[in-house]
């Protein structure tokens, strides 16, 4: 399903890699305001367990940490599917200090809690300074990067403090005659940390609820104008030995309040709008590599309705649920499916689903060559409150047509009912 040593060839480094996770370290941490957000713990939850996805990119002879053991049946599954795994280990990276000796190590994201113990055991960390990740994946930061080197960016504008907010805000709404923002935040990702402004009231709302965040010395917001788009595209980097490399180019399936729910990892985009994309993203690349940045980064785009390209929303500068999938893209676009997508489904059952009954129906699937699905995430947790299972199902699909692929997602839409997936028990 993936390509044999696709990490290993990228960055010139055949030996056997560690890889571990600490999936949204930056968003845990107490830096700047904090929107008003609901608490559910189910849904954290489900977002803990995706760590597992470092898997699919690992080389088969690297080592991967993950915080807890996967469903056996769905390791039974992957194995059955072809899926090579690499050598699994549970625990967390203080309970594995051999295996970090010595060797070349890819964390999700590097933090400066982290550091030392790497320093203490010569690891070689393929990753960005944490001080520098921690700026880069900080919006604020980004937007005045890319403001200082001339990169285009949404139209808005930053505020230092509480006292700027109104009248920025309402210079901002005269200047572009828009009908909607968004508020946003240093940290988040998925539609986190954004407050949508569409009226009169909701700039009201927000404006009361930071007041009370006023006097912090880190107070600092962005608000931007929400533009319609034509095109979400996200680029995947490895900025390595002084070169950047841009290694995809995928598009985004956002909702209408900016979360994620899936990606077309081989799009068809017009090839004047690549180039210039393409050229921005190089002029990124050497400006990321002249902060001192290595390692895989993401880059968050649009193309909006008028055509005018925003080559820099955000930078993930970590892995992403996207490069996880890029060997196995690599080896379907070899194999001449041309049409590769990705979706996740959310699901809730009083009953326990188990992934037998998920697995039957995808074997149901007249797929005949010319098209195929993978389950790559199948994550489960138990709602204590509301005594429910609450399921996340992440799916990877390829065509060879672009209509036998979107026929797939229509179906596997209408497939994806707990109810349905409860009977077949």
């Known amino acids: 399903m993936k390509k044999d040593l696709f990490i290993g060839k990228l960055l010139d480094v055949p030996e056997s890699k560690l890889w571990y996770s600490n999936l949204n370290w930056e968003q ?28 699919y990119l690992a080389d088969e002879h690297d080592e991967v940490i993950i915080k807890e053991a996967p469903n056996p049946d769905y390791l039974a599954y992957l194995e059955r599917q072809g899926v090579r795994l690499p050598q699994l ?9 051999d295996k970090f000796r010595d060797r070349p190590v890819i964390p999700y994201l590097l933090d400066a809690s982290n550091f030392d113990f790497f320093r203490e055991n010569h690891s070689t960390v393929i990753g960005p300074p944490p001080t520098l990740a921690l700026d880069l994946n900080n919006k604020i930061f980004t937007r005045m990067l890319c403001e200082s080197h001339s990169i285009p960016v949404s139209d ?10 109104a009248p920025q805000f309402h210079a901002l709404q005269e200047r572009t005659q828009a009908s909607r923002f968004v508020l946003k935040t240093a940290y988040g990702s998925s539609g986190k ?29 962005s608000i931007e ?17 002084g070169t950047c490399r841009i290694l995809a180019i995928t598009s985004q399936e956002i909702n209408d309040v900016g979360v994620y729910k899936g990606s077309d990892l081989n799009p068809a985009v017009p090839e004047q709008i690549m180039e210039a994309y393409k050229s921005e993203l190089e002029q990124l690349g050497r400006i990321l ?11 968050d785009s649009i193309i909006d309705k008028q055509g005018r390209l925003i080559p820099v929303i955000e930078i993930n500068a970590r892995l992403t649920m996207v490069t996880y999938m890029l060997a196995i893209r690599d080896q379907l676009i070899s194999d001449g499916f041309a049409y590769i997508a990705i979706r996740f489904y959310d699901l809730k059952s009083p009953e326990r689903i188990p992934f037998s009954s998920l697995e039957q129906q995808f074997e149901e699937l007249d797929l005949a060559g010319q098209r195929g699905a993978l389950i ?4 489960e947790v138990l709602d204590p409150k509301q005594q429910i299972y609450v399921y996340r199902v992440f ?3 390829w065509a060879r047509e672009k209509q036998q692929l979107l026929n797939l997602i229509e179906y596997m839409q209408g497939m994806m009912d707990s109810k349905k997936l409860v009977e077949k028990r």
Do not use: T
Not at 156 to 165: A, K, R, S, T
């Open 28 to 55: 845990k941490i107490k830096l700047g305001v904090r929107l008003p957000q609901f608490k559910n713990a189910a849904s954290d939850a489900i977002v803990e367990q995706m760590h597992w996805h470092q898997v």
């Open 89 to 97: 280990f549970i625990g967390n990276p203080y309970e594995h200090p």
């Open 156 to 165: 808005g504008v930053i505020c230092h403090h509480y006292e700027q907010l």
């Open 193 to 221: 940390n954004l407050f949508h402004i569409r009226d009169s009231k909701d700039f009201e709302f927000i404006n009361a609820y930071l007041s009370r965040q006023r006097e912090k010395a880190d107070f600092m917001v």
């Open 225 to 241: 104008r929400w533009h319609e788009v034509d095109y979400n595209l996200n680029a995947q980097l490895l900025l390595w030995n």
């Open 289 to 299: 590599l002249e902060q001192g940045y290595q390692g895989f980064a993401g880059v």
């Open 376 to 379: 790559y995430g199948f994550h």
């Open 395 to 397: 799916v990877l699909c």
